[in-house]
């Protein structure tokens, strides 16, 4: 029988898990699907806190308050006929206190006396077929990434999805979901954010940047509130199908509510207009080079970003004053900066400096001591030899593609050091190189890729944008391509030279068209792939 888990974290299980029971427990919806307790336990334990969710009253878990699973079986009913109900399959509801997960997964310190219940929730997520993690989504919203609770909710649910995915002694690893609860109060910020895998994205970006492969959907808990006779806000349980129905949808169908992976059910489980775009952000294609180089492309979906830097920003320069940013059509940008091979494959030559270092083979490294100039007339033959129509990608798209949602001076957080980009060559490289003075380029890819997918955008070389350079303008911006005049081109994303704030994802340098340098290379933007 197929295991279904779906475990709450930092009370998100609680309130998902009894919002919307009302309606499903014991009862079937119009397709017959119905909840049923497998045990007197499980009945009782939930009617009681149903029971005092309508008197307002909206306790959390406590290391006390011990649910071993709160057993049930998703039935359905073929309506129209006599026939007993047909068993679907087993779902458990987990919603343990939060020192029972650092526990289980060694997060911090652990608590003996909790060993009991930590190796209860260890078996229902190792043994799950599907595994939903519930996320509360006020929490993550209200109170920010830089919150005790967020960021402990946030380690707890990498280490869930750790634990269960890990492919161990042959078990085939779950099926996997976030969701974030509690979306009806944040129904604009969904929105504002792209959908439900944005919000992860921009809120949750260490959970995101692991994980954005999984399906990752919203779902309501609480619609409705009432004053008490003290004439304070006490919120009230909405018991409609807004509750479990796009978490049973999930289950029963064996997909994300819109039917794909990082689909976005937004408040009720139905997606908002225009939110659902053809393609996720990180889908790759492959383009085919004269010569016959291959080069991995990466989608990067229309939207907005506030682009520049906020103040305070360590290395913030005054020439990165942040604004709105919208850009209105996606487009494909290289996975890696150009690399040598690809340039010989093309050009037929290799100007760069890093050809015979011992690190790294010349033909994966990104070809350097290029020009703007240069980087056109690649583009050139390119777009001559090829059905495509490539380029250079604006200063906007590059710092949003950079960004893929994220606020940060990098993608990965404010904090850069020699094991996450390959920047300031007078300083220990940390791991790469165990230890020692890294004063050269890297094969492309050899450090992490931001959520999107993309590798190299922090360090190596700096990359050539078609824009020239300029200050920005004042107020918000749509599908900005720079000023109409001026001599100096923009290249961004630092190098393996320069100072590690320098690699950040706001930063930016202008240089002369023709100038070249074994610092300065560039990566290769396209608007459409045919066939793609």
């Known amino acids: 029988m197929k295991k279904v888990a779906i475990v709450g974290v930092e009370g998100s299980g609680k309130t998902v898990m009894l919002a919307g029971l009302g309606d499903l427990y014991t009862y079937p919806d119009e397709e017959g699907y119905m909840l049923v307790p497998k045990n007197f336990s499980t009945a009782a334990y939930v009617a009681e806190k149903i029971e005092r969710m309508r008197k307002g009253e909206w306790p959390s878990a406590t290391a006390g308050d011990e649910m ?19 068993t679907v399959c087993e779902v458990s509801f987990l919603d343990f206190a939060g020192e029972v997960y650092r526990t289980a997964f060694g997060i911090g310190e652990g608590d003996a006396s909790l060993a009991g219940q930590a190796e209860e929730l260890k078996r229902y997520v190792r043994e799950a077929d599907d595994l939903l993690v519930l996320i509360n989504l006020h929490d993550v919203i209200v109170h920010g990434i830089r919150d005790r609770r967020v960021q402990e909710a946030m380690w707890i649910t990498k280490a869930i999805l750790d634990a269960a995915l890990a492919e161990e002694n042959g078990r085939k690893a779950p099926r996997a979901a976030i969701v974030l609860s509690q979306a009806d109060s944040y129904a604009e910020t969904i929105n504002e954010c792209g959908g439900a895998l944005g919000v992860l994205q921009k809120h949750l970006p260490y959970v995101a940047y692991d994980y954005r492969w999984l399906d990752v959907f919203a779902v309501n808990a609480v619609d409705k509130t009432r004053l008490d006779d003290g004439g304070n806000v006490v919120p009230e349980a909405d018991f409609t199908e807004k509750g479990l ?63 520049g830097s906020p103040e305070g920003e ?12 919208t850009l209105t059509k996606g487009f494909w ?29 010349s033909d994966d490294r990104p070809v350097e001591n290029v020009s703007w100039a240069d980087c056109q007339e690649f583009i050139k033959k390119v777009n001559w030899l090829s059905e ?105 994303g630092g190098s393996w030279y320069d100072f590690a704030s320098c690699s950040r994802s706001a930063q930016r340098l202008g240089s002369l068209p023709d100038y070249r340098h074994d610092i300065y290379g560039f990566r290769l933007c396209c608007s459409k792939i045919p066939d793609a």
């Open 68 to 86: 071993e699973g709160l057993d049930w079986t998703l039935k359905r009913c073929v309506p129209g006929t006599r026939s007993r109900p047909e």
């Open 314 to 325: 360590e290395g913030r320069k005054d020439n990165e004053t942040r604004h709105r940013v």
């Open 245 to 307: 129905l796009p978490i049973l949808t999930w289950i029963r169908e064996g997909m994300a509510a819109d039917g794909g992976r990082g689909a976005t059910a937004l408040p009720g489980g139905t997606l908002a207009a225009g939110t659902r775009m053809s393609r996720p952000a990180g889908d790759v294609r492959m383009l085919a080079l004269p010569g016959g180089a291959k080069m991995e492309m990466i989608w990067c979906p229309p939207g907005d970003f506030m682009m």
């Open 333 to 361: 940008l290289g996975k890696y900066p150009v690399t040598q091979l690809q340039w010989k494959s093309v050009m037929g030559n290799n100007p760069s400096s890093f050809k015979k270092f011992s690190f790294f083979t």
């Open 388 to 492: 495509y129509r490539v380029r250079l990608p604006t200063e906007a798209e590059w710092e949003y593609a950079c960004r893929a949602g994220t606020a940060t001076a990098y993608f990965w957080g404010n904090d850069l050091n020699g094991d996450k980009a390959n920047c300031d060559g007078n300083h220990p490289c940390g791991t790469m190189v165990e230890g020692s003075y890294l004063r050269e380029t890297t094969a492309v890819g050899k450090y992490g890729a931001n959520l999107w997918g993309l590798h190299d955008m922090h360090g190596n070389v700096w990359e050539w944008c078609n824009d020239r350079y300029g200050d920005y303008p004042v107020g918000g911006e749509t599908d900005p391509t720079g000023p109409t005049f001026g001599d100096a081109r923009v290249l961004r």
